[in-house]
């Protein structure tokens, strides 16, 4: 059935063949010459485009001038080994097996922490590539374990990313994150994301970390948990 959306538009034989149908703003519709009723791509007449390039769309995030470097705890785990889950019931920690991203952290020089994971055909958010969102949840991760070098419990307050280059479903992704500097309660992190052991990085985040009691914050949250 043709869709109402596509009604004052030329008729397509892709309204009906999936899984085109389900892809309504693509580039091969509008080749083909199906133009959607309202067409969100379709620029006003006399409208000035943002001139933005690539580094124009960063936010100027910055570690602040007066925070100072992470000192690693002495019993933090030694460069190259397995830092351990910081709650079973984490998504991030989970493995795939058991609905989880299947990350594997490890403990670098310093505050640096490596996480590595191979992108899960269950995380496609466009054909063949992974959903941003669970990217973010990568970074998230791994830069939160970063913390974990510090000894702190920290939850994110702030998260940002830049998608560079899709990330294809069944790639190996080494993750690199560290914590750049802390000020009182607030750890300022970064981390960037390689395919396939690329040179440059396909993505990168940044991050704000705040200090917290986990017997505190999570006191009256914790008996929400089904993992108990
Ligand atoms: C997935 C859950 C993980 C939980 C982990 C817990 C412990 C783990 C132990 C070790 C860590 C190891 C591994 C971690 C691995 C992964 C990490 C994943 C973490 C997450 O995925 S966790 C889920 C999402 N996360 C939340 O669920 C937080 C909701 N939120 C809050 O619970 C509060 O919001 C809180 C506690 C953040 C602050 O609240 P609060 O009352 O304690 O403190 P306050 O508001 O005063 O903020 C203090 C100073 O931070 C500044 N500040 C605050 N927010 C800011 C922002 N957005 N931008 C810029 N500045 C900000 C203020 O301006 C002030 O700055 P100043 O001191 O200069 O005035």
Redesign the pocket.
Known sequence: MVSRRFAVGRRCSMDTFPPFSRLRWSPVRRRRGCVPAHDPLRRPAGRVEPQLDYLAMTSNWTVPGEAVSPVRHPEAPAPGES?PA??HG????RGTGDGGLGLDVRAGEGAEVTGEIVVDPAFEGGPGVIHGGVLS?VF??????S??LLA????????EVDFRSPVPVRSALTVRARVDGV????LYASAEVYVNGAAAPAGSARA???T?D?AV??RDLVGNSTRI
């Not at 984490?90 to 920690?93: A, D, Q």
């Open positions: 830092i910081h709650w984490c998504f991030g920690c949840s998230d991760e791994v830069m939160g374990f913390a974990k702190l419990e920290v939850v994110t307050a702030h998260l000020l009182g309660r607030k704000l970390f705040i917290i986990q914050h999570f």
